[in-house]
Each structure stands twice: as C-alpha cells, then as structure tokens.
C-alpha cells in the first residue's frame, strides 16, 4: 500500500496509508506525544478532521498547546454545555457558542429564565455526559434538511441562511447523542478531556448578534484549562484580581469618587488620590525637562474649524462631545491634543536649529464614550493625557524614537514593572487604500522603527496591518496582575500632520522645507488609567514616594500626642505628608486601622520613645524596628523617596 509521510509536531516522520483522515492522524499523534491532539492544519490551511490525506501533504498538527488546539478544545466543552442544558430544558433554543480568552460561552433563549443558582445543575449534567463522548463525527446537510433539526428557532434558522449561500452544503458535528450545526475545530476525542477541567462561572445578558434590536438571550460563560491545576490557578488569580479591583480600593482608599449629578466616565479626584496624580505628573516633569521637552498648557475647546483642519471631524467625531453652537461659531471639547501643539509649531518661523521640537503637556481631554463601556479609570469620558509631540526631520526619528523608549523603559523600571513588550503596527502594502499613500516613506520609516527596538534590545513583535492611516506606530503591551493584556503607553509616528498644518521649518540654506515629522508619545498613558493599573499592581500599597500619607503617628496615650505631634512637625518641613492619631483608642485597632489604610510606615510613640528620642517603625509588610533614632528614621526617608523605592528599606 502506498504511504505518505507525515512530518510530527517533534521533528520526526511518521508514514501513514495514503486515504487516512486527518483526525485519525491527529488522535494517534495525541496518543504519542501524551496530550490530546485537535486540529491539522494541510498547507496553512486548517482543514477538517474528516478529510482524507491522499497525497504528500504539509500537514501540521495542532495540539491543546497552541492557542487554535485550545480554542478546539474550549470549543468542543461549548458543544457539552449546550448537550446538558438541552438535557435539562428540553425546549431552549441554541444559538452560538465560540471559544473565548480563558473560556468559552453559550448563547440560549429559555422558556423561563433560569438564576446562576442552576449553574452546578448544568455541570453535573456535562460530567455525566461527557464518558458517553469520543470522537466528533462530521455530516452534511441542505440548507432545508438543517432547519429541520431546529424547529421554531429562527436564531438557527438565520444562521443556515446565512452560511448556505449559493446552495452551499452546511456541516453537523455530532458526539454522543447531541449534534449541532457547526464550521468545526475540535478535540480529535473527548476521552481526553478531564472533567475538572472547566467551570461555569456567571449568567449575562446578550443580544442576538449584539444589537439591541434583537431578541436578548441569556448566555453562559465558563472557563476551562487542559487541567485542574491550570484551572484552579486561574481561578486563584480571579479571586486575587476582586481584591485588587481598583474600583474596590478605590472607594476603600478614598482615592476618587463619582457622582450621578457629574455623570458617569467623569471621576472626581479626593484630596489622596489628586497627590497620587500630583506626585507622577511632578515626575513627569522632571524627567521631561531633563529630556528637553518644553511644557505647555492648552484650552479644553476649540472651534469646530481646528477639529476640520485636524482631521477629527469628520473620522473621530463620533467618539468626540456634541458640538455647541456659540454666537461665534461651533465648539467641540478637546478629544486630543496634538492640534494645539501643531497650532504652537506654527505659531512662528522655525528653523533647522529649532528641530527638534519637544512639547509636553498633561492636556485634560474628554471622549465620549457609551455609557455602557465605562469602567471606573480604565475607560472614562474625561483623562489627563501624559502627552507629547515631537517635531523632527527624517534623519532625527531614529534617535528621538529611541529616547522615547528608553524613557519608557525607564519609567517602568521606576515603577517596578517587568511583565511588558513593544509590538510594532505596520502597514499592509496589500491594503493601501487604508493609508497616506507614501509607500517609500511607510517601508524606510518602518525599517528605522525596528531598528531602534532591536538596538534598545527590547522585547517586541510586528503586527501586519495594525497602523494608523498616517503612520506606524509602537504600543507597549502589559499583562496585568488580573490577567488582562492592555495597551499602556504609545509611540505613534505621523507623516500627515505636515500636510494638514502645513508644518515647515528654514534649512541651512535658507529654503523652506516641509519634511517634519511628528512623533506622538504617551509614556504614562493617562492619569486615570494608569493609576487604576497602578492601584491592581500594588494591590493599594504604593511605594512611600507615591502614597498619599507616607507616615502615621500613633500615640500610646494622651500623655505622649506632645511628642508626637513634635515629630510630626519635623517630617512636614521636609514635605513629608504625615499625620498623628492621638485618639483613646487602643494602639492595636489604630494599627488596624492604618494597616487598611495601606500607609507605609507607621510609628507608635511611648514612654521609651519618648525619653530616648527614638521611634517605634511598623512597614507595610509588618516588620517592627525599635528604638530607631529619630535622624537616622527621617534620613532613610528621603533617600527612599529621593530614589524612588518601590520597597521601603530601614
């Protein structure tokens, strides 16, 4: 019989009768390498696994390990869900069910609601059904015999109207006694699946198809991991993430509030969480003057005119306030600053000595947003933009991009940051009708960028197709203690902007020359969200240079608040944001309290301290020092702020 050889995801060949399926290749490379194999992919292609190899092929398999096997594998669990739940309510209309980051879900109309009280019902009845599974098998079906299978469910009937377009033949996948219309992308068998491997986690409300025009249906989310271990340390992770929810500690801390009265996306700063804000905008300042950047301050409105000019309007007026009709003329509150900033350029002659040209401000500017898609800081109407604009030639965007990164770099390590990397937005010359046609400056200036990333020797990856219609562009990518991969800081470059604002600067000979590139940068995004992701990743516990109240005097009794209030004064001429508690309360519940006020350092004050002139120091992290000198307690202070410690070291 005549073989073909099949190339296995270790390296080695394995030879196989030519007419063997694809899912038979892929269950008996599961069987070999220990793990469960889920897709093949024939030629780049994924292919389904029915599909006989009859010749050589370029056949990969996918196991759970790469992000496709587990979109199979969570895929297939949408496909048990739905089996019990059918099981259990005979009469539910199905819809879709599609893997998602970390899980998956099911869209359903029940009859009669049901609570998340019924979720352990539901996956009982998956780990009954699940032994009674094996392999996925395929078959075919007209648009008419499909509708058959889902009497009076229009969600399935629409779905077969759409993807049976030109009398194309639909596809049923069926394990067990349950069959469902399906495109494919499974476990090659589901005696793999262990059943402590997934959970369902909550019930949400969900239009057909996303509009609210349609029908709402009830959708079951889950999440599920090749194994318990992975499972239960997600769900670990889940359960730390509620605890550092910045909107939990937001409120517990006093840092911000929000009223209906303002309105939703607009967060009012209290006096803690405005020194938090105060403390990182003074930082900015500092590393910005050292950096030669100039600080400027801009209006929160403009004429509808500017936004025109700028390209705002007409394609980002949607995510900008409605206008408002003045007696002379139209406004609009500022979306972005980098109008006003190109305003500045031109608001005289340039020459070539003036490039570059760096102009910072933290510009207040306001998006709408659905209110729908507010999220405490993360997504808000109103944000203080840690922005800049710098204004160079050609030959100058290779080193102020890179002192842009390192800057970045910089901060981050302040901050005690690690888990991040750069990916890199390109252009799809395949695609150009997307973006300013300059095809040379968009290939020599992307070539420049990459440069810089590898030579700052910087984690990064390249997105095809990702760019602005103006530009490549840099965005700095985190994974948050949370679990949730965000972009925290950009680095755009802008080709256009000279066109639009007719940017020009003198040359050496006098000429006028147009070629001024601007390059965008956000290092520390926006006050609100950067401080939401500064609250999640020190769990509320700031570093001593950042935290609202560095220090907290407690006095042992009434006889001792003279003393304490005679430290007190020392610390706040060295600007040091303390405070006493001389209440009659006991030492142990001020201490409490302090503790869940998250305040670095607390100092109990006595007898003994008194008469030695000494202090009692309690960190952050419980450790007591005693008997330590008042001069060498306030001399580790401020080298500790001075150098920005993210731990308080005495």
Same mark, same amino acid.
């Given at each position: 019989m005549t073989k073909i050889k099949i190339t296995l995801p270790d390296g080695s060949i394995k030879e196989y009768a030519k007419g063997i399926t694809a899912g038979e290749i892929a269950f008996d490379i599961g069987r070999?390498?220990?793990?469960?194999?889920?897709?093949?992919?024939?030629?780049?292609?994924?292919?389904?696994?029915?599909?006989?190899?009859?010749?050589?092929?370029?056949?990969?398999? @996918?196991?759970?390990?790469?992000?496709?096997?587990?979109?199979?594998?969570?895929?297939?669990?949408?496909?048990?869900?739905a089996a019990a739940v059918m099981e259990l309510w005979p009469d539910t209309k199905r819809t879709i069910g599609p893997p998602i980051e970390n899980g998956f879900y099911y869209d359903f109309e029940f009859s009669n609601p049901i609570s998340e009280d019924d979720l352990p019902k539901i996956e009982k009845k998956m780990r009954e059904i699940l032994p009674k599974w094996d392999k996925f098998e395929r078959s075919e079906a007209t648009a008419a015999e499909a509708k058959k299978e889902y009497p009076n469910n229009q969600f399935k009937h629409e779905l077969i109207d759409e993807f049976s377009k030109d009398?194309?033949?639909?596809?049923?996948?069926?394990?067990?006694?349950?069959?469902?219309?399906?495109?494919?992308?499974?476990?090659?068998?589901?005696?793999?699946?262990?059943?402590?491997?997934?959970?369902?986690?909550?019930?949400?409300?969900?239009?057909?198809?996303?509009?609210?025009?349609?029908?709402?249906?009830?959708?079951?989310?889950?999440?599920?991991?090749?194994?318990?271990?992975?499972?239960?340390?997600y769900l670990k992770m889940v359960e730390e993430a509620k605890k550092r929810d910045h909107k939990k500690l937001g409120r517990e801390l006093d840092?911000?509030?929000?009223?209906?009265?303002?309105?939703?996306?607009?967060?009012?700063?209290?006096?803690?969480?405005?020194?938090?804000?105060?403390?990182?905008?003074?930082?900015?300042?500092?590393?910005?003057?050292?950096?030669?950047?100039?600080?400027?301050?801009t209006p929160v409105l403009a004429k509808k005119e500017l936004f025109i000019k700028s390209g705002h @309007?007409?394609?980002?007026?949607?995510?900008?306030?409605?206008?408002?009709?003045?007696?002379?003329?139209? /406004?609009?509150?500022?979306?972005?600053?980098?109008? /006003?900033?190109?305003?500045?350029?031109?608001?005289?002659?340039?020459?070539?000595?003036?490039?570059?040209?760096? @102009?910072?401000e933290y510009g207040l500017c306001h998006r709408f947003e659905l209110s729908g898609t507010l999220s405490g800081l993360l997504r808000v109407r109103m944000l203080s933009m840690n922005d800049a604009h710098i204004y160079c030639k050609k030959d100058q965007i290779e080193k102020e991009?890179?002192?842009?990164?390192?800057?970045?770099?910089d901060y981050y390590k302040t901050f005690g940051f690690e888990n991040y990397y750069f990916r890199?937005?390109?252009?799809?010359?395949?695609?150009?009708?997307? /973006?300013?046609?300059?095809?040379?400056?968009?290939?020599?200036?992307?070539? @420049?960028?990459?440069?810089?990333?590898?030579?700052?020797?910087?984690?990064?990856?390249?997105?095809?197709?990702?760019?602005?219609?103006?530009?490549?562009?840099?965005?700095?990518?985190?994974?948050?203690?949370?679990?949730?991969?965000?972009?925290?800081?950009?680095?755009?470059?802008?080709?256009?902007?000279?066109?639009?604002f007719g940017l020009k600067y003198a040359d050496k000979d006098n000429k006028e020359n147009n070629e001024v590139y601007v390059i965008h940068r956000a290092p520390l995004s926006t006050h609100e969200r950067f401080i939401a992701f500064l609250i999640e990743e020190y769990a509320g516990k700031f570093p001593l240079w950042l935290s609202p109240v560095q220090i907290r005097i407690l006095s042992v009794?009434?006889?001792?608040?003279?003393?304490?209030?005679?430290?007190?004064?020392e610390f706040l001429k060295n600007n040091l944001r303390s405070e006493v508690d001389s209440r009659t309360e006991s030492i142990s519940y001020k201490v409490r309290e302090a503790q869940a006020q998250k305040i670095p350092l607390i100092l109990t004050v006595g007898e003994k301290e008194e008469k030695n002139g000494t202090v009692a120091v309690r960190t952050i992290d419980n450790k007591i020092h005693f008997g330590v000198k008042l001069d060498d307690f306030l001399g580790k202070v401020m080298k500790n702020i001075e150098e920005k410690k993210i731990k308080v070291e005495l």
């Open positions: 070999r390498l220990g793990q469960d194999a889920v897709l093949a992919k024939i030629n780049g292609n994924i292919k389904d696994l029915s599909i006989q190899i009859k010749e050589d092929s370029a056949l990969q398999i @996918i196991t759970i390990q790469d992000k496709e096997g587990l979109d199979g594998f969570r895929h297939s669990l949408a496909h048990l869900l009398g194309k033949k639909l596809t049923f996948y069926k394990s067990g006694n349950y069959s469902d219309l399906c495109r494919g992308g499974h476990v090659s068998s589901m005696k793999s699946v262990q059943p402590d491997s997934f959970k369902l986690t909550h019930l949400a409300g969900a239009y057909w198809r996303g509009s609210e025009k349609n029908p709402q249906l009830t959708r079951i989310y889950a999440v599920a991991f090749p194994t318990k271990k992975e499972l239960d340390a840092l911000y509030t929000t009223s209906e009265l303002v309105g939703k996306g607009l967060p009012i700063w209290l006096p803690k969480g405005e020194t938090i804000k105060r403390e990182i905008e003074n930082f900015a300042i500092e590393t910005e003057k050292k950096a030669g950047y100039q600080r400027v301050s @309007i007409p394609y980002f007026q949607e995510s900008m306030f409605p206008e408002m009709v003045l007696d002379d003329g139209a /406004y609009y509150l500022k979306a972005m600053n980098c109008p /006003y900033h190109h305003l500045i350029f031109n608001h005289k002659t340039r020459s070539y000595r003036d490039l570059p040209l760096r @102009i910072s991009f890179g002192d842009v990164i390192k800057m970045i770099v890199l937005s390109l252009w799809d010359p395949n695609n150009r009708e997307k /973006y300013i046609n300059e095809p040379e400056n968009w290939e020599s200036t992307q070539e @420049i960028i990459r440069g810089v990333l590898k030579k700052n020797n910087v984690k990064f990856e390249e997105v095809m197709g990702e760019a602005a219609f103006y530009g490549p562009k840099v965005d700095i990518q985190f994974k948050t203690v949370t679990g949730r991969e965000e972009s925290m800081s950009t680095i755009q470059l802008d080709f256009i902007a000279k066109k639009k009794s009434d006889k001792f608040e003279k003393y304490a209030r005679k430290i007190n004064e």
